[in-house]
């Protein structure tokens, strides 16, 4: 690709107080989105506050002092919009979209819900039960309980990531309102927090605006990020299998540590690597496995990065009768290429594909404002362009030797997720009948 698009916003700011401000202009936008990110999640949290982040998250729009609960949600919906919010591991984002005529009159009120958050004792224990119920009902979500198991597994106890976001209901609910609100003061802090605004809106107006809104001093001291300890890294070939009542096949994920974000060059190298390997149908284990053979229902292969490390995954749904062999395939697949390499044709088509799935990723303002504070979060928004840069960059022979790096075929983590042997043992009884 000679020319690459220029993705980085218009208007970057940093205020006095420390808040990052990120604006991009859509002239043609009628709606405006504010995305408010906080750099505290499930990383920051002790064993014993387990989903601290993820209740605080909830318990932000029970409103302060000068809003009442559901106040934040009537003055936003009640003009149209939308607001809602997200935690993970390294952030806290929240987030509404508005017209853009609106925003002078909205962005008050999710300033004040977010930066002054009341935590009232009532609304604390009301809430508990929802998030209680959330966590209930992530149980039975069999996609959420394989992820799960692959952090479980591939990170242990001892490192947050391997920990639910959520909670769990022991440590819930043993969080206080006056913990959450010390939380809150300790992180929720301008030098923490980014606030990114993108859609129909004039630059220079909106940084006042948001400076008024955000720009004012923290409410007590900073805290600090708990020591972290290093990432596992499996001596051999870890397993974990569990079963589930629901599921018809199996749900199973390979996983190897790789890197941190601070090692981005690599990070971009990986994210190629998993593309060639399973992203796309003409992709080699999707081909292979899916399209020719038949052994897998769904596989596809993907990077995840993380502050403190990250994971190179192949995910597949299967037959539990075909495990044995698609793991043997992926494992010379895997060899293969770290022995062949790849054609500079399987660059350059994965090179395509990772650079229109970022474009086609910030179409809309509410695509660009998650887009920027994840970057801006995580890694520095600069990233975005020197990400579309390095994927021009790498060469066939530098993605087998990130292959050769860490995908070793002798030190990896399995997380297995097989049907109950009953439902199974129903499931083959109907394949047999429908013969």
């Known amino acids: 690709m000679s020319r690459l698009p220029r993705l980085l ?19 043609i936008a009628d709606s405006a989105t504010v995305d408010v990110w906080v750099q505290t999640g499930g990383r ?14 909830h318990m932000v729009f029970k409103g302060s002092e000068r809003l009442a609960p559901g106040e934040l949600d009537r003055a936003i919906e009640g003009r149209g919009g939308i607001t809602n919010a997200a935690t993970g591991q390294d952030y806290t984002h929240y987030y509404m979209t508005v017209a853009a005529a609106d925003l002078p009159e909205t962005l008050p009120y999710l300033a004040e819900a977010v930066l002054r958050a009341g935590i009232p004792p009532e609304e604390v224990e009301r809430e508990r039960q929802v998030v209680l119920e959330e966590i209930r009902r992530a149980a039975d979500d069999l996609g959420y309980i394989t992820y ?4 479980e597994t591939a990170y242990g106890e001892e490192h947050p990531y391997g920990r639910p976001v ?21 992180w929720y ?52 299998e569990s079963t589930h009542v629901r599921l018809e096949q199996a749900r199973l994920k390979l996983a190897w540590p790789t890197v941190s974000l601070d090692a981005w060059e690599q990070v971009c190298g990986l994210e190629l690597l998993a593309a060639v390997l399973g992203d796309g ?5 999707v081909h292979l496995l899916r399209e020719q053979r038949g052994w897998v229902r769904a596989i596809g292969c993907s990077s995840l990065v993380l502050k403190e490390g990250g994971l190179f995954c192949i995910s597949a749904q299967l037959e539990v009768e075909d495990l044995p062999r698609v793991e043997a395939t992926l494992l010379h697949e895997i060899e293969k290429l770290q022995q062949d390499g790849i054609g500079q044709a399987e660059l350059e088509r994965a090179r395509r594909m990772l ?5 086609f990723s910030a179409e809309s303002p509410s695509q660009l404002a998650s887009l920027y504070g994840y970057y801006e979060t995580l890694v520095g928004v600069q990233r975005l362009q020197e990400y579309l840069e390095l994927l021009q960059a790498f060469t066939p022979a530098q993605i087998r030797e990130l292959a050769q790096q860490y995908l070793s075929p002798e030190a ?11 439902n199974a043992a129903a499931a083959s009884e109907l394949q047999l009948a429908c013969r």
């Open 166 to 186: 959520l909670g769990r209901p022991e440590t819930l609910r043993q969080l206080t309102p006056e913990l959450l609100r010390a939380y809150h003061r300790g």
């Open 355 to 359: 650079t229109h799935e970022l474009l």
């Open 44 to 57: 920051n949290e002790p064993p014993q506050w387990l989903g601290i982040s993820h209740f605080l998250e």
């Open 412 to 422: 990896y983590v399995v997380a297995l997720l097989k049907p109950a042997a009953s």
């Open 281 to 285: 149908r003409t992709s080699r284990l």
């Open 189 to 240: 802090r301008p030098e923490y927090m980014t606030v990114v605004v993108t859609g129909g809106i004039d630059p220079e107006q909106t940084l006042a605006l948001v400076e008024k809104e955000f720009g004012g001093p923290a409410r007590g001291p900073a805290w600090t990020r708990p020591p972290i300890p290093p990432q596992p890294h499996p001596q051999g070939i870890l397993r974990r």
């Open 148 to 151: 799960q198991l692959l952090m």
């Open 9 to 27: 916003p218009a208007y970057t700011h940093r205020l006095n107080s420390g808040l990052r401000v990120i604006l991009h202009p859509v002239p």
